[in-house]
């Protein structure tokens, strides 16, 4: 468990569930017109009117998904909330409620539940959304974070992942691989720190960028924005939390095509490079199969070529061809490989 | 961990994350025309038109909520569904979707996983709900459980907490107590297997009720149906969870009302009195204090008193006074006592 900066502690147990509640939610105000009805009754009351609903939930587990160790509070607020509302995103939806289930073990404090809840607040202010309601339990050890996000979206305009067509050009926005790097350095810092105590961890100001894309990566609602404000509707889309070339074979698979992505064309920051190549990696692999990028990955008509070109922080990578279930990376010498799945997962042969 | 009757055991860790999805979904099938999307993308797509929707959370933690030595999974299944959609049926609304998080140790088996569902789908079956999304993911030990339930509900008829007025009818469904003695039945056969593990678990046939009271309560549905088809709005309305003193605390404090709940109306089933009277406990405390009867408790109008009566399986316990906070029990005796919060909560002086 982190030690906060904050030397109080006052047992969650003092103060009870409802009263906890009450204290959350007070520093919580609405924000969009579709919250009718937020924390306080049996149940959130919303209204989309004509607009359709989207609804994803995620589950974030102490030692599975996040190391408490190295992992700030408030980052972590922030962080399970935009890895919930990017799936909202990730339909062309605006995320509008998020609702929070949280267990926690005796060792958490008011004060460490207060650090936590600032993330989230950060996320509401940054992303306008509203909590609306949720969940406050015990559990023997550790931390259990449950987000179910819900945003609404055009009817017309819900993108799915089946709808690559052959030729469609295969865009991505931001950069890939610097996240999984970030956890990389921090792991490693652990190992250091707990081999010993004495040596304080050395987070390099260099390395920053990679621990911020780790700890508190952005959400894209700039991207679905960019794409509503230039008419752009992708005929696929999904966000990138499993790692590109995992991901990437969803749309394939549903859209019942193939893929080339071009080596070349990968987005791959300086940082992510020099750090990759100090771990012995190779920084294409680590943008392959990286994860938890929460980048938008998506294809669009040729004929859109030029208005996407405009935004400097999407990059076209490759394309969709007819060739069912052929997921091809062309390397920088020009060869060709199948991609494999090799993305982070919950259950299967890699987990983290 | 309860030894299930299917002797075989397939790790999940074999099976992987998305297939395990996939043979989880394929056993449900779409039965709201609401669910547009359901499984298989970035989030589910819902649309209800005119009508409002209501959206509830809830986290159930191994050790905490429930004990797998002896809840079988089916019955779990069942009541995490039923726990959750009981949010929106205490709200006036009609429960259409839900979203299940899964946290599972390596002592799961695919063959357990599939026994969970098996309740699930049960409970889908017999409320009409579409499994609309989840997540599942690993845990070092335990099974975390989180179920978000949404529903709909005609604009002009949510029924929230805070609308009873003094001389309202007070009014329960059901019977109070039997969950919490089910509970305790169970909790003293584990102890005397755990003295002496060669004893078998003696579950007596009279007390059935009891047992099935706690592991596998009803949604009252049909309540909602009987108000709707009697033209009764509910001025308040919630549903029993944490156990009628402290609920109906909820619905006077935020209606700023009090009320006079009289203990000769307590619907009591015969099986509870017999059980509180072995333990030694007083059966009016159990059905005051019990909680998780997921009865629903509502006030009316009193115009309604006649119609109200029709409906043998609901109770007038008592009335709405003006007298803000105060919440009084008159007993058998004529004795007026003031009633105090003692309901199971998560954190608090009484966990669970």
């Known amino acids: 468990m982190t030690t906060e900066s904050n030397p109080s502690f006052t047992p969650l147990a003092e103060i009870g569930e409802f009263k906890l509640i009450d204290y959350i939610s007070q520093k919580f105000h609405q924000r969009n017109a579709s919250s009718l009805k937020l924390i306080g009754d049996d149940s959130a009351q919303l209204y989309y009117g004509n607009n359709h609903s989207l609804v994803s939930t995620d589950m974030f587990v102490h030692g599975v998904h996040f190391d408490l160790d190295y992992f700030p509070l408030q980052h972590l607020g922030f962080k399970t909330v935009v890895a919930s509302i990017s799936d909202i ?83 991505v926005s931001g950069d890939l691989g610097a996240a999984y790097l970030g956890l990389q350095l921090l792991e490693r810092e652990k190992k250091v720190y707990l081999a010993n105590p004495s040596i304080q961890p050395e987070l390099k100001e260099e390395n920053q960028y990679l621990y911020q894309r780790f700890l508190r990566p952005d959400g894209r609602d700039d991207v679905i924005k960019f794409l509503a404000d230039n008419h752009i509707v992708p005929t696929a889309m999904m966000d990138i939390s499993d790692g590109l070339s995992s991901d990437i074979m969803h749309i394939t698979s549903q859209s019942k095509a193939g893929v080339r992505i071009y080596e070349d064309k990968l987005p791959i920051h300086p940082a992510t490079v020099d750090v990759a190549e100090e771990f012995g990696m190779n920084p294409t692999t680590c943008a392959l199969n990286g994860g938890e990028d929460y980048e938008l990955l998506f294809t669009i008509s040729p004929a859109h070529y030029e208005a996407i070109t405009k935004n400097k922080d999407i990059s076209v990578i490759g394309h969709i061809t007819a060739q069912t279930g052929k997921n091809e990376l062309v390397t920088k010498g020009e060869n060709v490989f199948e991609m494999v799945a090799q993305g982070w997962q919950s259950y299967g042969s890699n987990p983290q």
């Open 89 to 171: 995103l990730a339909m062309n939806g605006r995320p509008r409620q998020i609702f929070i289930s949280l267990a926690l073990s005796n060792h958490f404090s008011v004060e460490m539940l207060d650090l936590y809840y600032e993330g989230v607040l950060a996320a509401c202010e940054e992303y306008n959304l509203d909590l609306a309601g949720g969940d406050l339990t015990t559990i023997n050890r550790g931390m259990i974070i449950n987000v179910t996000a819900i945003g609404e979206a055009d009817k017309e305009k819900v993108v799915y992942r089946n709808g690559a067509q052959p030729n469609d050009l295969v865009c």
